[in-house]
């Protein structure tokens, strides 16, 4: 099996670690603050990140750390919004499509913000979104339900991590307020996760004290609570980031943003069997819209990667 093989099965069970993520989170919030839950989740799982990045960690610049703390700020307020979101929300799979619209997102704020040029498959693919985003709240005369509304401002809050993130991942040239030309150096991936993930801890952590009550964590303790915080953040966080930046190092290609789509559709199986949710007929076509708004915003890197396994197909 060729490098880049392994990378496409290895994102594909990316997505089903993310997946059964939201399965764990699901489970905790429902026996914690969840607040309480997003910090001990990413402080574990950022500690255990930070252990295998030591020595990177080490020989990172003021510059790269302060950028990697503002990508983790962004990541937190991000995440904060979409545990609320699962908090109150009433659907699990609804919500997976919800806050798959960043990927919608991100060439909008990379336009708006950074002047980044887009093709022309994003602005077909926002209306598509939009249409979907209606259907899925069409059971409430559309009044969206609290959790929804949380979802979808995740969304456009992951969307500028997504946008930072790359940014920061990535050599580039910027030009300050004098004209000068100044060099960012990229942070390396493993590094540059282990802290935005402690970096999210902290932030959910001062959220959590200033918002929640501690008190009733210690009389609902229970072995199976430790075990989906736990779960959560070696499965869900630690051990689906490490396989994604191992998974990105195999291939040079950028078609495993289009494998990485799978996840909302994951999450929808799976709450369907864990937790007996259902869809109506409108709700299911609302999904079905937002992920085909994913596929056309992808549009161009996926008739590559056709094109290019067409050609591998073909007889010599």
């Not at 659907?91 to 806050?99: I, S």
């Not at 801890?201 to 004290?209: A, P, R, Y």
Request: glycine share 8%; net charge positive; proline share 4%.
């Amino acid at each position: 099996m060729s490098n880049a093989h392994k990378s496409d099965l290895f994102l594909i069970i990316v997505t089903l670690l993310a997946a059964i993520s939201w399965m764990f989170s699901k489970e905790a919030v429902l026996l914690m603050p969840p607040l309480l839950f997003m910090a001990a989740r990413f402080l574990l799982a950022g500690g255990l990140l930070a252990l295998v990045s030591y020595r990177s960690l080490r020989r990172l610049s003021a510059d790269q750390l302060r950028r990697s703390v503002g990508v983790g700020l962004v990541f937190g307020t991000a995440m904060s919004c979409w545990i609320m979101g699962l908090f109150h929300g009433t659907h699990v799979g609804e919500g997976a499509f919800l806050t798959s619209l960043g990927v919608v997102i991100v060439p909008i704020i990379a336009r708006v913000i950074f002047k980044e040029p887009q093709p022309a498959s994003t602005w077909i693919a926002i209306p598509i979104a939009v249409a979907g985003l209606a259907l899925l709240s069409l059971k409430n005369g559309f009044r969206p339900e609290l959790g929804q509304l949380f979802f979808v401002m995740a969304a456009f809050i992951f969307a500028l991590y997504f946008t930072l993130n790359t940014r920061a991942a990535n050599q580039r040239t910027v030009i300050n307020r004098r004209g000068e030309s100044i060099e960012k150096h990229r942070v390396p991936a493993l590094p540059l996760t282990a802290i935005a993930l402690l970096t999210v801890g902290v932030l959910t952590l001062i959220e959590s004290s200033l918002l929640e009550s501690w008190g009733p964590v210690a009389d609902a303790f229970s072995p199976i609570l430790v075990w989906w915080v736990f779960a959560s953040a070696v499965i869900g966080t630690a051990g689906r980031f490490l396989l994604q930046t191992y998974a990105q190092s195999l291939s040079a290609n950028s078609h495993g943003v289009v494998i990485l789509v799978l996840e909302p559709v994951w999450v929808a199986l799976f709450a369907a069997g864990w937790f007996s949710e259902t869809m109506v007929a409108s709700q299911l076509a609302g999904c079905g819209l937002i992920f085909a708004a994913l596929l056309v915003n992808r549009w161009g890197v996926i008739s590559k990667a056709l094109k290019g396994w067409l050609r591998h197909r073909k007889p010599a």
